[in-house]
C-alpha cells in the first residue's frame, strides 16, 4: 500500500499536467495540446462560460449557449428549450422535490418532479397536467426528514394513519454528522445522537451532475443513501472545517483548520486536507504537514469548483450564490495579472445560484430563511422578507409566496406544531445542553453523547443506564454510562450480582448466565463456560461437578474440605470419602485427611478443620476425637496440650489430677484467676494442718520462726513455749526443767504451774507456791464462792453477782440459771426469782416477767401497772397478762370504767379521766375528747353540757349545740358574750317569728287576719290618687 508522500507526489504529477489549462477546461483527450470547455460549459473560443439558467452541455464540449440545452438531475425540469443563441431555461422542482428520470429533450410541467430530495419525504404524490386541473401538473410535497434522520431519493409518504413526522420507515437513517442510538422500527424513525468532538459519520455521495471527473454542487439539503450508524465509533470522520490530528489507526482527534483553510467535506485525513473554500483561490498547494495557501477573491466572487490548482485572482471567474455578474474575470496578460469577476449582492434579500449572469433578474430566489413578496421578472430580482418567529425555510424559495413558506426552524429551535396550510410552524427554543439544525426538528438534539431528548418534559435526560447531569456545553460530557459489569438502578450503578452479567455500557439491567456458564462474585462482564464433568448451579453462580460428593473450585472439580479422595468421572459413583473423627481435611493438606494436632479435635465426620480443645480442657495426643477435663483448680495451657494449676502456690500430679497447695501453704487452691482465695504460705508461728490443710497455730511446746512450713518444731529440752502460734522457745529460769509437753516448765510446788516466767498457784488454787524442792505446798484449794485461773495469777477471787461456784477449787464461777438470781458476790448458789418473776440481765436481780407490771417493795409479787387491769404474766409465754384500758375509759378498783360526763381520757392505759376546759363540753360518759360549746354559749358547772348567755334564747341541748332566738323573737343569740348576754327581742305588733327563724325585725310576721284589715300609710295614699283620677 502506497504510504501518503507517495501520493502526495502522484497528484503534485497529475496537478502539474493542468496547469497548461483554465481550472474550467480539460486538455484534448487526442493531442494534449489543447484545451477544451469541461461539460457543463460553452466556449466563445477564448473563454469558458457556464451554461445558464440552470443548463448543462448535452454532450461533452459546447461550442456555443445554445448547446446547453438539457437541465441538470435532480431538482430541475425543463420548462423552455435552447434555441439559436439562447439555453435551455430549467426550473427548480418545487416543495423540495425531485426528477430523477432521464434528461428531457422537450418541455416538461412540473408534475416530472414526482420524487423527494434526499433527507426529505413524500406527503403528497405528484399530480399529472389534466383538463380538471387546467393541464397544469403539480409536483409532489416533500417533508424534511425529522429530528436528524435522513431518507433515500423516491421515500415513500408516511405509513396510514401515522400523523407528521413521519414513521421510521421513511427516516431510517441518521444524516451526516449524527449516529443512531436506537435503529429504527415501525413506528418510529431513527434515535440520532451527534456525534462528539468536532467528529462526524461518513458523508454520502451527494447529488451532483457528473463532468469530465467533476462534480457541479447543486442545491442539496441531505447527503444519498446515509447509512444508519449505531454508536459513535462510527463518527470516524471530521467535521468540515476540521482535519484528523491522530496517528493512523488511531481514533479521530479532530482540530480545526488554521487560518482560513477549511476542508471540502468530512475527512479522515490530516492537515493537508485543509485548502481553500470556493471563496478563495489557492497561492501555495498543502504538503503532509502544512495546509493551502489561499487569499481571498474580490467580495461575491469565487471559484466553482474545488480543485487544488494553484492560479492567480483570475481564478475567482464566477459570482457566489447572492450575487450577480459586474464585470467579467480577466486572464493574465503578459506581465498584468489576472483579475477575478467583480459581483454584486442581491438586493432586497433576493438570492441567486452561482454563475455569470449579468442582471438583477438573475437574483429570482429568496435568500435562505426569507420568503418571496414579489417574484422577479426580465429586469428585477425578487423582494423577500425574513421569516418570523425563528421559523426558517430548507432551500431558497423559488416561488411567490407569503410566511407559510417558512416551514422549518431555524438552528436551535425545536417545532412544537407542525407548518400547515396558512400556518406557519411553531418553534421553541432548545434549552441548554441541546441543538438542533435548521429543519423540522421535533426534539433537540443533546451535546452529552450519553443524553437524549425526553419529551416528557422537553430536555436532555441521561440515557437510562446513566447516571449524572447531562452537559450544557458541546464536547462535554456530564452523563455517564455505568461501565460493564454494572447496572442502572435507582440513580446508582449497581454491580450485577453472581450468576449475572452485563457486557456493554449503560446497561440496566444483568443478564443470567445462559446454561453451562457461570460467573463468580460481584461485577461479571461475561460468564466462563463451565469445565468438562460439570454443569450450571441453578442460580449460575458456579459449576457442579457430575460427582456429587465433589465440589467446583478453581475451575475443576476436587474433594470438597473434609473429604479425600479423586472425583469420579461418573455421575452413579462418588470418589470422595469423609475424614473420620479426629482427622480433617483442607487446601492446607492437599485434600488429605490429616489427624489433627494436639491440643485440637474434630467430632463426626467430614471435618475441614479441627476445634481447639475448650477452655480447662486438654488432649496431648495427635488426632483427638475429643478434649479431657483438666484436674480441680488447674486450667488449660496456651497450647491445650495439658494443665496447670491456676494458683502459682499449688502443684498437681498430672493434668488430670486435682490441684492441692505447696508444703507449708494452707487454704484451697484458686479455681479462677480472679478468685480472692487460694493456696496462702502459713505465717511464723503456723503449720499446715494435715486434716483441713488449713493454717493452724502451732501447740504449746511447739515452735516454727519462718513462714510456709509445713510442721511446727518441739522445743528443746530446758526451754518451753507457752500458749499456741509461738515463733520460738524460752528458756526455763535457772533450777527449772521443761514440762513434759514443753509448754512450759516444771514448778517444785505440786500445785503450781509455771506461767509468765513463774511459777504460780494452779487454777482452783491460791496462796504463794513453795519454792523448796521439797517440803509442803504453799497453794490452797479456793473454797465453794470462789475460784482461780491464769488471769487471777494464782489467786482465790470471790465469785461476781450473777455467778456462784457450789465446790472446792473452782477454776470459775457458774452463771445462774434463767429465772434465778445471785445478789453480792461469794454466792455457792442462785436463789429463785418467783412465779410472776424472771433475773435480770446481768441475773444479780429479779424483774416483772409483764412489761406492764411492777413489783411493790412490800409485796413478794408483780402487780399491774396504774391504767392496766387483769394478772400480771407467769411466765414468757403465759396466757395471762396485764391489759390497758382503752381511750374514753380508766382503772377504778382493778377494773376499767368509762369517764364520767364532763370528763374524758384520749390516750389508753389512763389511771384517771381529765375535765373538760371552760367553753366545753363531754356530754354523756366514755368520752375520748371534749367538744367546743357553739358560739353564745358556755360550759354548765359540770361541764357536761352548755348554756346560752341569753336567757330568751331555746335551751340548748346535745344534739344540735347551737344557741338561737325564741319563737316570736328576732335576733342573734350566737353573738351573745358574758358581758352582753341580750340578743334576742320581742317582735312588734303582735307579730311572729319561728325558733330561730328572724334575724332582725323585719323578719317577724304579720298575722294574716290582720293582713286584710289594716293598709299602710303608703297603700292609702296610693288608693286615693286612683279614686280621685277616676272622678275627674
Known sequence: MMNQKTCLLILALIQLSYQYCHYSQTPNRYDGDSCYCYPGFYTNNQNCFQCPNFSVTGNGVGKQVSDCSICSIGPYYLTQVASSGQSAICSICPNNSF???????????????????????KIKDAISPSSDNGNKGKAAQCQKCPNNTSSSPSAPGPMPNQPNPPSSTNCGTCAEGFYATSQVSSNQNANCQICPNNSSTMAGPGTGVPMGGRMRALIDNGPMGSKPT???????????????????????????????????????????????????????????????????????????FNVNIVGDESSCDVCLEGYYLITPYQDPVGNNPGVGAQCQICPKNSYSVAGTSSSPSSCSLCKPNYYMTKAADSTNSAECQPCPNNTATLAPVSQLGDATQCTVCVAGYYMTQPYQDGK??????????????????????????????????????????SIGSPATTINTQGCIPCPPGQYFSSGVCVDCPAGTYSSSPGSTSCTNCASGQFATGKGNTSCQACPNLTVSLDDFTSCKCVDTSAVF??????????????????????????????????????????????????????????KQCEINTFTSNTGSSSCNKCGSGSTNNADFQGCSCIDSNATQTDSKSSCSCNSGFGGSPKTSQSSQSGCTACAAGQEVNKTSGQCFPCAAGYYSSNSA??????????????????????????????????????????????????????????????????????????PSGSYSDVSTQGQCIACPAGTYSSNNGSSSCNQCNEGQYASGTGNRSCQSCGSTLTNTDDFSGCKC?????????????????????????????????????????????????????GTFSSGTANSACSKCLLGQFANGTGNTKCQACAPGSTSTDDFSGCKCYDQNSVAWNASNNICQCSTNQYGDASKATEAQKSQCYTCPNNSTSKAGAAKTEKDCQVPQSQQNTQFSFSQILNLSIIIFLIIL
Open 424 to 465: 406557519t410552524a411553531q418553534c421553541q427554543q432548545c434549552p441548554a445542553g441541546s441543538n438542533t439544525n435548521p429543519g423540522i426538528n421535533t426534539i433537540c438534539y443533546c451535546y452529552d453523547q450519553y443524553a437524549s431528548w425526553s419529551t416528557t418534559n422537553n430536555s436532555c435526560q441521561c440515557n437510562p443506564g
Open 849 to 901: 416477767i409483764d412489761l406492764n407490771a411492777n413489783k411493790p417493795a412490800a409485796n413478794p409479787s408483780c402487780v399491774c401497772n396504774s391504767g392496766y387491769i387483769g394478772s400480771p404474766a407467769t411466765s414468757k409465754n403465759s396466757q395471762l397478762s396485764c391489759t390497758a384500758c382503752t381511750a374514753g375509759q380508766f382503772t377504778d378498783s382493778g377494773k376499767c370504767s368509762p369517764c364520767e360526763v
Open 99 to 121: 426528477y430523477v428520470s432521464k434528461q428531457a429533450q422537450s418541455v416538461q410541467d412540473e408534475s416530472v418532479c414526482e420524487s423527494c430530495k434526499p433527507g426529505y419525504y
Open 230 to 304: 449505531y454508536t459513535s465509533k462510527d463518527c470516524n470522520q471530521c467535521l468540515k472545517g476540521f482535519y484528523n490530528a491522530a496517528d493512523f489507526n488511531k481514533p479521530v482527534d479532530c482540530q480545526k483548520c488554521p487560518g482560513n483553510t477549511t476542508t471540502l467535506k468530512t475527512t479522515q485525513g490530516g492537515i493537508m486536507q485543509c485548502t481553500c473554500s470556493l471563496s478563495q483561490y489557492i497561492t501555495a498547494l498543502p504538503t503532509l504537514n502544512t495546509p493551502a495557501t489561499c487569499v481571498s477573491c474580490p467580495t461575491g466572487s469565487g471559484r466553482l
Open 553 to 610: 473450585v478453581n475451575g475443576s472439580c476436587v474433594c470438597p474440605d473434609g473429604y479425600e479422595g479423586t472425583p469420579s468421572s461418573s455421575s452413579g459413583t462418588q470418589g470422595c470419602n469423609a475424614c473420620i473423627a479426629g482427622q480433617f481435611s483442607n487446601s492446607s493438606t492437599s485434600g488429605k485427611c490429616t489427624a489433627c494436632p494436639a491440643g485440637k479435635y474434630s467430632q463426626g465426620t467430614g471435618n475441614t478443620n479441627c
Open 709 to 782: 512450713n509445713q510442721s511446727c518444731t518441739q522445743c528443746s529440752a530446758g526451754q518451753y513455749a507457752s500458749g499456741t502460734g509461738n515463733i520460738s522457745c524460752s528458756n526455763c529460769p535457772s533450777g527449772y526443767s521443761s514440762s513434759d509437753d514443753f509448754s512450759g516448765c516444771k514448778c517444785n510446788d505440786t500445785n503450781a504451774i509455771f506461767a509468765n516466767n513463774k511459777c504460780i498457784c494452779k487454777q482452783g488454787y491460791g496462796g504463794t507456791p513453795n519454792s523448796a524442792k521439797s517440803g509442803s505446798t504453799g497453794c490452797t484449794i479456793c
